[in-house]
């Protein structure tokens, strides 16, 4: 059974950085779409970053771009997400998650498969 475990999520200040993993134990892992989404107290579920299943394609919220950047190595079956510039507001537990294909967009229901989330805070 294919499970999706995120680390490296903690605390750090203002303007910081932080790199998530996302392992999954999939061997056709290197085939699908991955996402990150966070959610925020009292908050719904948001996107972030996909990268489709080559690793060149990839697409972000807006509100994050130009700070993160989503990657992935099929060889480890991991994606990651570098975070720099860190911003009270990005304060969230982040999700990874599984699209059941190659392609995906920024809409949750895109996606099969999620992890367990971890916790990012950003002190100001």
């Known amino acids: 059974q294919v499970q999706l475990v995120e680390s490296g999520g903690g605390l750090v200040q203002a303007g910081g950085s932080l790199r998530l993993s996302c392992a999954t134990s999939g061997r056709t892992f290197s085939s699908y779409a991955m996402g990150w989404f966070r959610q925020a107290p009292g908050k719904e579920r948001e996107f972030v970053a996909v990268?489709?299943?080559?690793?060149?394609?990839?697409y972000y919220a807006d509100s994050v771009k130009g700070r993160f950047t989503i990657s992935r190595d099929n060889t480890k079956n991991t994606v990651y997400l570098q975070m720099n510039s860190l911003q009270a507001e990005d304060t969230a537990v982040y999700y990874c998650?599984?699209?059941?294909?190659?392609?995906?967009?920024?809409?949750?229901?895109?996606?099969?498969?999620w992890g367990q989330g971890t916790q990012v805070t950003v002190s100001s």
């Open positions: 998650a599984k699209a059941p294909s190659s392609y995906a967009g920024s809409r949750a229901h895109e996606y099969d498969l």
């Open positions: 990268i489709r299943w080559g690793g060149t394609s990839t």
